[in-house]
């Protein structure tokens, strides 16, 4: 599995900007899919994830109500969408897959067999 992760970049605090994760070489319909972050100097962080059949989402307690995670299986695509940014939320944003069958949103990278290759948002005061 390859994915590519997309949609960052510079905006001021209170915008809005969705990333987008696009799968290919292999589908992740039936896969965990989810969003870490890493601010500089910073371990990588859950943010989102979402349940193979997307009936389930968990986000972590800082984007809450702010960020809304999705995901089309027939395109084996996953976005966020992010709304009312901060200058904390600047980070390094990565999509991740988590290939075990049946598996349960997990909130900790090292369960998480696939990543895209980071897309940067940078959020300005």
């Known amino acids: 599995v390859q994915l590519q992760a997309s949609g960052g970049g510079p905006v001021q605090a209170g915008d809005s900007l969705t990333l987008a994760c696009a799968a290919s070489?292999?589908?992740?319909?039936?896969?965990?899919m989810a969003w870490f972050r890493q601010a500089p100097g910073q371990e990588r962080e859950f943010v989102a994830g979402?349940?193979?059949?997307?009936?389930?989402?968990s986000y972590a307690d800082s984007v809450k109500g702010r960020f809304t995670i999705s995901r089309d299986n027939a395109k084996d695509t996953g976005s966020l969408q992010m709304n009312s940014l901060k200058p904390e939320d600047t980070a390094v944003y990565y999509c991740?897959?988590?290939?075990?069958?049946?598996?349960?949103?997990?909130?900790?990278?090292?369960?998480?067999?696939?990543w895209g290759q980071g897309t940067l948002v940078t959020v300005s005061s």
């Open positions: 991740a897959a988590d290939v075990r069958r049946l598996a349960s949103i997990r909130t900790v990278p090292g369960s998480y067999d696939y």
């Open positions: 070489r292999r589908t992740i319909s039936g896969y965990v």
């Open positions: 979402i349940s193979a059949s997307g009936d389930t989402t």
